[in-house]
Each structure stands twice: as C-alpha cells, then as structure tokens.
C-alpha cells in the first residue's frame, strides 16, 4: 500500500545554492500528524484558552508546520500560559516589547552602534576599559553617531562607542566593571554571528544579522552574570528566523536561555555543561555498562566528547529544519504546565485564579518525559534530568556497536560520532532518549 511520504520542510529554510553540502532535512509536513495551522487555531476557545494537552500530543506525532512554528514555540517555552486569553497575552506582548526597547536603548546609549543595523567584530576597548584605536571601528561609530537625531549636544563618541557626557576634570569616561565586561564581549557576539547558519538565504540579509548581534548584544547586558557565550547564537538564530518582531525573538530566546543559561555558567575552571556530562556518564553506566568501561578505558570517562552536542542542542548534528523539529518534540515532552508561573515576571498582572491554587497538576498536560517524572517522584527528588542528556545516552547507545567494534581512541570515538552529522533521525532519537529515560529510572529506583 502506497504512503505519502510528507512535503518536505526546507523550501521554509533555503539554502544557498552554492552551498551543495548541506544535508537535507528528514522531517516531513504530513497531513494529519503534523500540527497545522487549522488544528493549531482549532485548540482555541473563544477566549483564546489554549488545550495544551492536545497540541503537545500532536507536536510528538508530527512535529510543527513551519508557518506557525514561531507561535507554538512561545507556548512550549513558557513565554504564554496556556490559560491566558487572547487579550492577556496581547498586554504581555506590548508590555514585552516595551521592555525590551528600554533595554536596547540603555545598551545604545553606551555603544551607539546597538540598533544601528550595524555590528563590530573587532575589539572596541581593552580589558581595562581604554578604548582601542581601531580605524574600522571609530569609523563605523561616528558613521553611527552623526546619524543620531540632533540633541546630544556636550556629548563625544570615542572607540568604546559611548555617546556619554565627557568628565571635565580629565576628558575621559570611567567604564565600571559591569560596562566593560559587557563592551569587551560585543566583537564576540559579532565574529559569531557572521559564522552563524552562514548557509541559509536569510541570513544573507545584512538586517538579519544585525538583529541577531542586537538581540544577543541586549541579552548579554539583561543577563550579566551569564553575559555571552559561543554557542548562544546558535540557539538564538532560529528565533530571529521565525519571529518576525524583534522583541518577540528576544524574549523567546530569553525564556530558552532560562532552560540553558547554566549551560554557560562558568565557576573557576570548570562549565556548568559539565554537570550534565556527569550525569550523561552516569546513565550511560546503568544502561549500558560495556560502552561505559569502554569509553572509560579509552580515556573518555568525562564524556566531553558529547561537549558540544548539549550545549547547543545538536544544532551541529542535524540539518537547520531537522534541530529545529528535535528541539519542539523535546520541549513538547518535557513540558510543565508550571512553566508559565515559575517564568513569570514579577511586574505581570496575569495571576492564576484562586480556584486554580493548591490544586494538583494534571498530568494530560504534562509532556510524557514530565509525566514519567511525575509517576516516579521527581519532583520530591533534586530537579529532573532534562531530555537532553537522555538524547545524547540515546545516540551513544545506537552507536554502542559501532564504537565498541571501532573506537581505538578518543580520536575514533569523535570521528565515529561526527559521521552521523546530518543522519539522525529526530523522532528516532527522541522515542529513544524515552525508552532510556524510563529504563533509567527503574534501574535507579531498584538500586
């Protein structure tokens, strides 16, 4: 019996045509499976009250139709409580937006090149806070200063990119250490992003990319103590891709980095992604001890060569379309009908009800990955493992043959992990990383 095999996804995220290695995406828009954008509208009230538990069903079945994924990602990582009416969330949208343009123009006024559809990706001041002396970047800083609205007179712009009020006494601004960590990162933020799905027509857009350094340029002043991190842009991209307002993109990108921040946290010489390599090692012990000694006898019992793969959630392993398809089925999975209120700001008027206080959640809408959590005591426990760890025990477990008959060194084991680039199967990986998850905690229980 014949079956259609689905539309294919990358028409939504073209490449350029120069580009001729890139892998195609093996996710597929199939016909009732797929979350459409009828079926999408249709778990509406009038009200504008979401079913939750329906969608995220459908989301495990099918994945997101491209043409509304941006919208379905905001419910999925918290940005809108699936209780909220429409008129609700449209308070929390303006009230967001307004937000985030006060903060663009706080970062503006200290680096005026913020917003101006420009980017530097040269050192603007040294690690003491002198301005650096680079001719590009003076260059593309008064470009941006004269094209300031008039009214700043007694203001200067200097190599550091702040229009700021000269010091009488001496001439020169003193830079706090807050201002000077933040300036110190913003060629980073550029030199990244210029590398940044450098394969997809979009991003030939010089506007694209520059919402991409004001958006993680903004988050690395809102969030100082994690500030920039390689890998952000990253995980910021596809919300510039499929949000089309830019306070929109910020705060979805905003509520995944509350998921991810730890990820980049770093204590003395270590990274906060290690503590997930920790427990990476661990299931992989209880599931599968003989690639466990194994890896272990070669020398990669810290597991980092898996380094990558969590701290931007396979971004490198799969196609655009196809990460994007994994990262929906995880969050779908692993979703918490407390997100909304444990993400919640504090200046919001939205509250939960007061018949909906001390009552228990119901599990029909939780994702299945929190509701095995929820059947074996995990929230009692410390927080959860995220399905992530269980993703990458899942690949390494598929491969377990592979790299028990083949892996002779560290060297083999990257090469083995790095030729499935571009041939994994989202959805087979994430009914694995379930199945490990599930096996996991029996085994954990009963020890």
């Not at 995944?256 to 290690?274: D, P």
């Not at 390599?277 to 070669?298: F, M, R, Y």
């Not at 994994?326 to 993400?343: C, G, K, R």
Request: glycine share 8%; proline share 3%.
């Amino acid at each position: 019996m014949w079956r259609d095999p689905g539309t294919p996804a990358d028409s939504y995220y073209q490449v350029r045509p120069e580009c001729t290695d890139v892998p195609e995406s093996k996710f597929r828009i199939k016909a009732g499976k797929t979350l459409s954008a009828r079926k999408w509208n249709a778990a509406f009230s009038t009200e504008g009250y979401l079913d939750i538990g329906k969608t995220l069903s459908r989301i495990h079945r099918g994945g997101i139709h491209p043409s509304i994924r941006g919208d379905v990602w905001e419910f999925l990582l918290g940005c809108y409580d699936p209780k909220s009416s429409f008129d609700e969330r449209d308070q929390i949208r303006q009230r967001r937006r307004v937000k985030y343009a006060m903060l663009k123009e706080e970062c503006r006024q200290m680096f005026p090149l913020i917003g101006s559809g420009k980017f530097v990706t040269a050192p603007i001041i040294t690690e003491d806070g002198e301005p650096t002396k680079d001719p590009i970047v003076l260059q593309q800083i008064n470009s941006a200063s004269l094209n300031e609205e008039n009214g700043n007179h007694g203001t200067t712009a200097d190599a550091s990119g702040g229009s700021h009020t000269m010091n009488k006494s001496n001439g020169h601004q003193h830079l706090d250490k807050k201002e000077i960590q933040w300036k110190l990162t913003l060629h980073q933020i550029g030199l990244d992003v210029v590398r940044t799905d450098r394969t997809l027509v979009f991003f030939e857009k010089q506007e694209n990319l520059s919402k991409l350094w004001d958006i993680l340029a903004v988050y690395s002043w809102f969030d100082i103590d994690v500030g920039y991190g390689q890998g952000m842009s990253d995980l910021c991209s596809p919300m510039i891709v499929l949000l089309d307002d830019e306070a929109d993109a910020f705060w979805c990108f905003e509520r995944l980095m509350r998921k991810l921040r730890g990820n980049f946290r770093c204590t003395g010489n270590s990274v906060g992604v290690e503590e997930q390599l920790v427990n990476l090692a661990s299931i992989t012990q209880v599931v599968d001890p003989k690639l466990h000694q194994h890896l272990e006898t070669l020398g990669g019992g810290d597991y980092l060569f898996a380094f990558r793969m969590l701290m931007v959630l396979f971004r490198r392993e799969f196609s655009f379309g196809d990460s994007l398809y994994l990262w929906e089925m995880m969050w779908a999975l692993e979703y918490d009908p407390d997100l909304f209120s444990m993400y919640e700001e504090h200046e919001s008027t939205h509250e939960k009800s007061e018949g909906s206080k001390g009552k228990v959640k119901s599990t029909r809408q939780c994702g299945k990955f929190e509701r095995e959590n929820l059947r074996n005591g995990g929230k009692n426990a410390a927080a959860p493992l995220p399905i992530s760890v269980f993703l990458v025990a899942s690949v390494l477990k598929d491969k377990s043959s592979k790299l028990l008959a083949e892996a002779r060194g560290l060297d083999d084991v990257v090469k083995i992990l790095n030729d499935m680039t571009g041939n994994l199967d989202a959805r087979k990986a994430c009914t694995g990383a379930m199945k490990l998850h599930k096996k996991y905690l029996k085994k954990a229980k009963n020890a």
